[in-house]
């Protein structure tokens, strides 16, 4: 099963369909027997606890270095476009279309 970090817009547009979009996208990839990674649930801690941009930004490249790919999700989005550049920067595959992820394994 590979770690799949979710890279997709947050910010821009309602952000609660955002969240609802990306957690779609990641029930997708557990059935197609990955474990996704969703970077947007981040969003109900920072209701809690509120932390800059650049701490969550922080936060996302500590958890890409242990991830096995990235999906870019379609939308514009400048977090999810450094997510991806730095996730090249570290040699990550990044995958802009979830069926050209190899298959998972799934039990």
Known sequence: MALIYLAAPYTKGDVAQNVHNVIKVAD???????????????????????????????????????????????????????EVEYAKEIKLPVYYNIYDLP?????
């Open 28 to 82: 997708m990839l557990l059935e197609m027997g990955h474990i996704p990674f969703v970077p947007h649930l981040t969003h109900f801690w920072h209701c809690v606890s509120p932390k800059p941009w650049d701490v969550w930004l922080k936060i996302d490249k500590e958890v890409l270095r242990r991830c096995d790919a990235v999906l870019r999700v379609t939308g514009d989005s400048k977090g999810a476009d450094l």
């Open 103 to 107: 298959k998972g394994v799934t039990s």
